[in-house]
């Protein structure tokens, strides 16, 4: 039985009284998609992209809304999507109605599945030579489980795999897509490339000092808006600020500037595929 399905079944079964066995495993198949998806509406040849996340909630891992934004606008493009995480324990786990730490710790591939609705594959299955694209959402995960900027900034080190995985894009001339905090992974690996996290001083950005460590790291920054993407056109590198903005005085008002910033971001890495 399917080790993704199997828990809920018996938990489904204990609550609702579900029956029998073989249907509730046969409805709950129905639910999981396939291990990757796509539409038939594009202009882009069935672009084959693969999405990495790095747990569920933006504080300890993905932030859901930009992994959200990345698939509609993939989605919408008639892209064949494929969805990846390391298989790794987070750095910790954050309890987001208080903000602070808590036990037990979880695992990065099982808290991604949540967001990926089941359909996902451990990270070290990724293969470039598959793919046409590639695509990392940000929230903190990606500066604590994807690497470990968030405590020790520019002198941080990429996870082994997720560095490897992008060196190999990179180097087949791939175009990778970043947004929010997750550009610090391109300027850790990608010598000299540029990006955005955003605009380096204002209270609409509270991470602002994260673009003197860019800088730091030998990576340029340039300043974008959050309804702006950046193009580095010599390294087919494509990054947008997301939630690296906050408007303290709009909260969920603005949550669609982050959108349409990141379907600018998606729109001009597909466009490299072509």
């Known amino acids: 039985?399917?080790?993704?399905?199997?828990?809920?079944?018996?938990?489904?079964?204990?609550?609702?009284?579900?029956?029998?066995?073989?249907?509730?495993?046969?409805?709950?198949?129905l639910l999981i998609p396939s291990k990757s998806f796509s539409t038939s509406r594009n202009n882009y040849n069935m672009v084959k992209a693969a999405v990495i996340l790095h747990g569920s909630g933006v504080y300890d891992g993905t932030e859901v809304h930009e992994a959200s934004a990345c698939l509609v606008h993939l989605s919408r493009a008639g892209s064949e999507v494929s969805i990846f995480a390391p298989n790794i324990d987070q750095m910790h786990t954050i309890d987001h109605t208080k903000g602070a730490p808590m036990e037990p710790n979880r695992n990065v591939l099982t808290e991604s599945a949540r967001v990926a609705r089941g359909a996902i594959s451990s990270l070290s299955d990724l293969?470039?030579?598959?793919?046409?694209?590639?695509?990392?959402?940000g929230g903190f995960g990606a500066a604590k489980n994807l690497s470990d900027w968030a405590v020790k900034g520019p002198d941080s080190t990429v996870n082994e795999e997720v560095a490897k995985v992008i060196k190999d894009f990179h180097g087949t001339k791939k175009p990778i897509a970043m947004c929010c905090i997750s550009p610090v992974l391109a300027a850790k690996v990608i010598p000299g490339?540029?990006?955005?996290?955003g605009q380096s001083s204002g209270?609409?950005?509270?991470?602002?000092?994260?673009?003197?460590?860019?800088?730091?790291?030998?990576?340029?920054?340039?300043?974008k808006s959050v309804t702006e993407c950046h193009v580095d056109e010599a390294n087919k590198l494509?990054?947008?600020?997301?939630?690296?903005?906050?408007?303290?005085?709009?909260?969920?008002?603005?949550?669609?500037?982050?959108?349409?910033?990141?379907?600018?971001?998606?729109?001009?890495?597909?466009?490299?595929?072509?």
């Open 193 to 197: 490339c540029e990006v955005t996290v």
């Open 1 to 29: 039985m399917n080790k993704i399905i199997a828990p809920f079944l018996y938990e489904s079964k204990r609550v609702f009284g579900v029956s029998p066995l073989s249907q509730t495993v046969k409805s709950l198949q």
């Open 127 to 137: 293969k470039a030579s598959d793919f046409d694209l590639l695509v990392i959402p």
């Open 238 to 274: 494509v990054t947008t600020p997301a939630f690296m903005y906050h408007d303290p005085s709009q909260g969920w008002h603005s949550v669609h500037l982050i959108f349409d910033g990141v379907g600018k971001m998606i729109s001009a890495a597909l466009a490299m595929c072509k």
């Open 203 to 223: 209270d609409l950005w509270p991470y602002a000092e994260t673009c003197q460590g860019i800088e730091k790291v030998g990576a340029k920054h340039v300043e």
